[in-house]
C-alpha cells in the first residue's frame, strides 16, 4: 500500500501537497470542486515509475486562504515553487477541469519548466458573452453560497449532474466528499475566475508531448471540445474513456492510470516533438 507524505511549501500561502514515488516529478493538479484526495487512487501507479506530487491549489484543502482575487498567473507561480522544492527542473503536469487551464497558463507562463502535459475534462472555450449574461451566470451559481448555503448542501446534485450514471462504484461518493470540503470563499472566487478569464495564449507554440483525455459521457466538457483542445495544439493525442463523465480519473481509474502511465512511459517523451 502506497504511503504518502503531505508537506507545506512556503512562503505564503503556503500550499499543501501530497506526494510518493521517486524519479522524474508528475504534479497532479485538481479540478474546482476536487483536492489533492482526488489523486490519490491515481498515485500508486504512477509512483511505481515516477516522483508523483498532487497538490492543493492556493485556498482548496490544506492550503492556506489568501485575500484578494484568484489568478492563474498566482497559481503559475505556486506550482513554480511546488517543482522547485522537490529539486526538479522541470514536472509533467496532470490537470484535471480547472487544473487543465492552471496547466495551460503555466506552460504559456514557464514553459522550460513543463516535460509533458496531460490535460483531462477540460476546454479551450472563453466566455464570449456579453458582460451581462457573464454577471447573470455568475450570480446564478453563486446565490446559493452567498444566501447561507455551504459547499456541502451543494455537493450532492452537482456531483450528480458531472459524474457517469457507468462509472465507477464509489465515484460519486468521492466527489461529494471533496466538494463538501471546498472553502467557500474560495469557491466563490474559483467560479468568477473559470468565467471571466480568456484562454490562456500560446497553444499553437506548445512543444511538449500533450495527451487528452474525455470522459464519453462528459456533459460539462463534451468530446467535441476535447477534439478542438487537440486542434489547437500540434501533435496532442486524444483519448475518450467509456463510462466516465467529468471526473474520468475517479469514474475509471484503472483506464486512466494505464492511458496516462502508457503516454509518459512510452515514445511520447522520448525528446518531445
Known amino acids: 500500500m502506497t504511503t504518502f507524505e503531505t508537506v507545506r511549501i512556503g512562503p505564503a500561502p503556503f500550499?499543501?501537497?501530497d506526494h510518493a514515488g521517486e524519479g522524474e516529478l508528475v504534479v497532479f493538479l485538481h479540478g474546482i470542486g476536487g483536492n489533492k484526495r482526488n489523486w490519490h487512487p491515481n498515485m500508486p501507479a504512477v509512483a511505481r515509475h515516477f516522483h508523483a506530487v498532487a497538490w492543493d491549489g492556493r485556498g482548496w484543502g490544506e492550503s492556506d486562504d489568501y485575500e484578494g482575487p484568484l489568478t492563474f498567473e498566482d497559481m503559475?507561480?505556486?506550482?513554480d515553487r511546488v517543482i522547485a522544492h522537490f529539486g526538479a527542473e522541470r514536472a509533467h503536469i496532470v490537470g484535471l477541469s480547472l487544473g487543465v487551464k492552471a496547466a495551460l497558463n503555466f506552460v504559456y507562463l514557464y514553459p522550460h519548466r513543463v516535460a509533458s502535459l496531460t490535460l483531462c475534462d477540460g476546454s479551450l472555450k472563453s466566455r464570449r458573452a456579453d458582460p451581462e449574461t457573464?454577471?447573470?451566470?455568475?450570480?446564478?451559481r453563486q446565490q446559493p453560497l452567498l444566501e447561507g448555503k455551504e459547499p456541502k448542501d451543494i455537493a450532492e446534485p452537482v456531483a450528480r449532474s458531472l459524474v457517469s450514471p457507468a462509472a465507477k462504484p464509489g465515484a460519486l461518493e468521492q466527489l461529494i466528499d471533496s466538494m463538501s470540503r471546498l472553502h467557500k470563499l474560495m469557491?466563490?472566487?474559483?467560479?468568477?475566475l473559470l468565467v471571466y478569464t480568456q484562454d490562456a495564449p500560446g497553444l499553437d507554440r506548445i512543444k511538449v508531448p500533450t495527451l487528452v483525455v474525455v470522459g464519453k459521457d462528459d456533459r460539462l466538457t463534451p468530446v467535441a471540445e476535447a477534439e478542438a483542445l487537440v486542434a489547437a495544439i500540434a501533435g496532442a493525442q486524444l483519448a475518450v474513456v467509456e463510462n466516465a463523465g467529468h471526473l474520468?480519473?475517479?469514474e475509471q481509474p484503472e483506464a486512466f492510470d494505464?492511458?496516462?502511465?502508457?503516454?509518459?512511459?512510452?515514445?511520447?517523451?522520448?525528446?518531445?516533438?
Open 187 to 192: 469557491y466563490l472566487k474559483a467560479i468568477e
Open 15 to 17: 500550499i499543501a501537497v
Open 248 to 250: 474520468v480519473n475517479i
Open 134 to 140: 457573464l454577471k447573470e451566470f455568475v450570480r446564478l
Open 76 to 79: 503559475s507561480g505556486d506550482l
Open 258 to 273: 494505464a492511458l496516462l502511465l502508457d503516454f509518459l512511459l512510452g515514445p511520447a517523451r522520448a525528446g518531445g516533438r
